[in-house]
């Protein structure tokens, strides 16, 4: 039997195979380890910009008298829906001047 016949009839040998398939794994595990610390850092490196693009919507609000403070803005919101029992009303403040403040409500519908 000539040279190729032999290598021919060994590549379909078992321990070739698991090799072969060995190196497939690993490898593939590496190189999605690789893509996935890629694509990770990509998106904490891109934050501000994705949030831009994602969320336009923060609202600038022209500010027609005195700021508020949370306790009163909780006043407002509780005032507001008068017939809901509310467990948590948080205020969260924005960081940029002019910005309006989000008001979460948070009840349990009975």
């Given at each position: 039997?000539?040279?190729s016949g032999r290598l021919a009839r060994q590549s379909h040998s078992v321990g070739v195979r698991r090799a072969l398939f060995q190196i497939q794994?690993?490898?593939g595990v590496g190189i999605g380890y690789a893509v996935l610390m890629s694509l990770s850092g990509s998106l904490i490196v891109f934050r501000r910009e994705l949030d831009k693009a994602l969320c336009p919507s923060t609202i600038i609000v022209p500010p027609s008298g005195p700021r508020m403070t949370d306790a009163q803005l909780q006043a407002k919101a509780r005032a507001a829906f008068p017939?809901?029992?509310f467990n948590k009303?948080?205020?969260r403040g924005s960081r940029i001047p002019g910005a309006a403040s989000e008001v979460w409500l948070t009840f349990t519908i009975t």
């Open positions: 039997m000539d040279m794994l690993w490898t017939r809901l029992d009303v948080e205020v």
